[in-house]
């Protein structure tokens, strides 16, 4: 087995996985490919047309620029997948490395693989909600006996821009991560009082649903869920498990005693926190977006591993904007690569939001990363 650090060039967030032909995608905002590999092999542009047609497009591809959500639990599902953030972004790695590895046995690309269902095995049995509690998980085992080796401390500018926000606004935290998981990496980057920096927290919320299904809260005693609860139950400083956005809203709504409260939510997948509760909840976002660093002239080797030498740029290729750049600027109010940025700046400061109409608009802070 090869170590991780010899693949780690190849890797790239929103890489889009075919399944049956064992190649990786890059695309463009319509659908049309950019960069493509099989297994860990890239193709030429001819060996992409082969494939894929003159237009290089392909009619899965093409769907899912049009709703993303159709891969997630739709139509698309046993047909693609997009590793998008760092749990499930070294996915693309290992699924890549499975097909070389089947076609130096069989001496030849195949015809058709069944490669992903081994893998999302293997993520399932490394993330599993339920493993953590149990120590059955070696992520989570290993995460347990040395946090400092996977979780960075937040600045303390931070915590105090946090504790400044909840003064004058309401806060709230929504994580996909059950809450022993959520609790360990939020004490251990915030601190002990990690909970004090905002009015509710909501953990396990199966995002994207949590956007777009209507599910009731559920209440905890210590790790174990236990009854629904409606909004008007609910209570701040508390935490609580699945829900949907709705009713969190309506809860919101109770504590700043307005009807309808103007929200802003802030997100690292542009998926499940950028595209789909604006599209679906027409909620203005932030997108925070690493590979600025990475890429920008704020260069930062701390992200290093976001900086594809492989794949090229997260949001450019030849001159043609990649379909997360398109969704950072249609769907995000502002991008930073991380809230560090926003905490250098008071609570009242305004920014020169994303224009869909006017592509010279520049909503990256703190500033264009291509200048």
Known sequence: MKPFDEGADFLQKGLILDFERGNLLRVCPDGTIQIASH???????????????????????DEYCKDMLVAWNGTLADLIRTCLDYFDMPAALAFARIVDSIDLEKGSPQEKYSVWPDVLAGLIAMYDRSLFASNESRYFKGLKEDPQKFIYKC??????????????????????????????????????????????????????????LNRPFLQLEGIKETDPI???????????????????????ATLCKKEDPKVVYLGDNLIQDV?????????????????????????????????????????????????????????????????????????????????????????????????
């Open 155 to 212: 600045d303390q500018k931070v915590l105090d821009w946090l504790k400044e926000l909840k003064k004058q606004r309401k806060t709230f935290l929504v994580t996909g991560s059950h809450v022993d998981f959520a609790s360990l990496t939020a004490g251990y980057a915030m601190g002990p009082k990690w909970r004090e920096y905002f009015d509710v927290i909501i953990c396990f919320s199966k995002k994207p649903g949590f956007f777009t």
């Open 39 to 61: 297994g860990t092999k890239f193709l030429t542009r001819e060996e992409i047309v082969k494939i894929y047609g003159e237009d290089k497009r392909w009619e899965v591809t």
């Open 230 to 252: 409606t909004f008007a139950e609910m209570k701040p400083g508390t935490i609580y498990t699945q829900g949907s956005f709705s009713e969190l809203k309506a809860f919101i």
């Open 275 to 371: 595209f789909t509760p604006n599209k679906h909840k027409n909620i203005d976002t932030i997108a925070i977006v690493e590979e600025m660093w990475a890429e920008g002239v704020d260069y930062n080797e701390d992200y290093e591993i976001l900086r594809s030498n492989a794949w090229g740029s997260y949001f450019h290729t030849n001159g043609d904007d990649t379909l997360w750049e398109k969704i950072i600027r249609k769907h995000s109010k502002i991008c930073v690569p991380s809230v560090d940025v926003l905490a250098a700046n008071p609570i009242d400061h305004k920014y020169e939001s994303f224009d869909a109409k006017n592509h010279a608009s520049c909503g990256y802070y703190p500033h264009d990363p291509f200048e």
